[in-house]
């Protein structure tokens, strides 16, 4: 395939077609993990703030027991996804390329795998809006496209936004995944279940479910799922890298485009990923949180790939051990080859939004050499937000990053795209990554300093107001002191005139 087919191939004019390298992975049956002997479970496993534990060390807990508690508006509770004992409360690695350490529990497995009793409503759609969206935060429910956004805040949008579509991503557009086509295939009834209960939430009239056209084995289970519901339709859109992004979808299936500086619910529309869909389904007809998902193990040093049931918290090492590896690993990766973080070694736990587990094996990982930009315009060809990434490059390689933001560097979803077309072969995601996180910073040290200036302008006003109150408080005594001797004075001057009287 030519880079310029590769590029546009039909349809709009934007993205990339990476070889998909799906299967057999794809087409392998779900096979379920055996409980590991100890589970690692970070506190933060979803946009927002981190989750505070309600356990203590050597306490016993069963599977679906609240484990820690969310803080704040944004944030998500965490559950035992088994019974067994709470061993720590410390640092592991965090599932990040810098290996840093993240505050996790870690459940030590008594292989009895006993459950909470939880009680499920008896009609889901007999409840209000609210009540389900308040089960779906208890279920800890996020986003399981890859965003991890706590799913009961989007579904609270309802209420204040008028939401009229519910757009299902099924697209799953990343090179070697196939956990959402594993989904759609073997509970597709779930997921049409979930897409009406989040329908019902959000206060929905419809739902479009956009499956990309490369999984006819997924489209044909959620077809027939949906058959019976004339409100939900299957949607079959292009192959093309990244069209499981949220603004893609939305204007690939409705013709709308979000602007920039607004959320979808802006335009009445809301994205949920099929897994979502299906963890909502278990949430409120199984009483189940979310406690395990659907990983794709996958990559050339794999022995077995395929899909896995596991609880959260596995290690990487647990699923590679489980698939089998046939020779020691290039690379590991936690997502997809195209926005998937690099792991720094496999002793790393899944977590809620963790789609797949890569090993790749040597001659899966290209290490060109960077040359110059030759300024042919295929970065600009392929972005799919319309963004110009050669500028933007150019602006951060001589540090004005105020220029690169001018351009719209915080649109940039790092979806890859320009750097795959790029024939100088520049690392132009690490160019725009490097870039946002400068800003930040850049953005917080303002903050900082705004808020010491505040501080000390409150201190200087408060001292300022403190001399005025103690000059005030000392005039007043001086007054009353003046006031006090004039009195006594005048008493003084009238004692021998009563005296002689």
Not at 284 to 297: M, S
Not at 300 to 306: D, E, K
Request: glycine share 8%; proline share 8%.
């Amino acid at each position: 395939m030519g880079l310029m087919e590769r590029i546009f191939g039909h349809g709009p004019r934007w993205g990339v077609h990476p070889a998909d390298r799906k299967r057999p992975a794809a087409d392998a049956p779900l096979r379920t993990l055996p409980l590991p002997a100890r589970l690692y479970l970070p506190l933060l496993q979803h946009v927002g703030q981190p989750a505070r534990p309600v356990v203590l060390v050597g306490q016993k807990v069963l599977k679906g027991q609240l484990l820690a508690e969310p803080q704040g508006r944004i944030s998500a509770p965490i559950h035992a996804p088994t019974s067994g004992t709470v061993a720590a409360i410390g640092d592991i690695t965090a599932p990040h390329p810098s290996g840093l350490p993240f505050s996790a529990i870690t459940l030590a497995s008594d292989g009895e795998d006993r459950a909470i009793e939880n009680e499920v409503p008896a009609d889901p759609f007999a409840l209000s809006p609210a009540a389900v969206t308040e089960l779906v935060a208890a279920a800890g429910v996020v986003g399981l496209g890859g965003a991890t956004f706590p799913s009961a805040v989007k579904l609270a949008l309802g209420k204040r936004t008028e939401v009229t579509t519910l757009i299902v991503n099924g697209g799953e557009c990343e090179p070697y995944l196939s956990c959402d086509d594993r989904v759609m295939r073997d509970f597709a009834a779930g997921v049409v279940d979930g897409v009406r209960l989040m329908m019902h939430a959000l206060g929905a009239r419809e739902a479009l479910v956009g499956i990309e056209d490369n999984k006819p084995e997924a489209i044909a289970a959620m077809s027939k799922a949906a058959a019976p519901y004339a409100e939900i339709r299957i949607r079959p859109v292009p192959s093309r890298y990244p069209m499981g992004s949220d603004r893609q979808l939305i204007q690939t299936l409705t013709g709308k485009e979000v602007p920039s500086d607004c959320r979808a619910a802006d335009v009445g529309v809301i994205v949920n990923n099929v897994n979502t869909a299906h963890a909502v389904h278990r949430a409120l007809r199984q009483g189940e949180p979310l406690i395990r998902r659907i990983v794709t193990v996958n990559g050339g040093a794999v022995w077995q790939p395929g899909n896995i049931m596991a609880p959260v918290g596995t290690l990487a090492s647990d699923l590679l051990a489980f698939a089998g590896l046939k020779s020691e690993p290039a690379r590991l990766l936690m997502g997809g080859p195209m926005m998937g973080a690099v792991l720094p070694h496999a002793l790393v736990p899944m977590v809620k939004g963790t789609a797949g587990i890569l090993a790749l094996a040597a001659d899966e990982i290209a290490t060109p050499v960077a040359g110059p930009c030759i300024r042919c315009g295929n970065c600009t060809r392929a972005c799919p937000i319309g963004l110009l990434p050669l500028e933007m490059a150019a602006h951060i390689r001589v540090d004005a990053l105020a220029g690169a933001a001018d351009l719209g560097l915080s649109d940039c979803i790092s979806c890859g795209c320009c750097a795959y077309v790029c024939p100088a072969h520049i690392p132009l995601v690490q160019y725009f990554s490097h870039a946002k996180g400068e800003l930040w910073a850049q953005e917080r040290s303002k903050l900082r300093l705004e808020a010491t200036k505040r501080l000390a302008a409150a201190r200087v006003e408060r001292q300022e107001r403190e001399a005025k109150e103690k000059a005030a408080a000392a005039a007043r005594r001086k007054a009353e002191r003046a006031a006090q001797k004039a009195a006594e004075a005048a008493a003084a001057a009238s004692a021998p005139t009563e005296a002689a009287t």
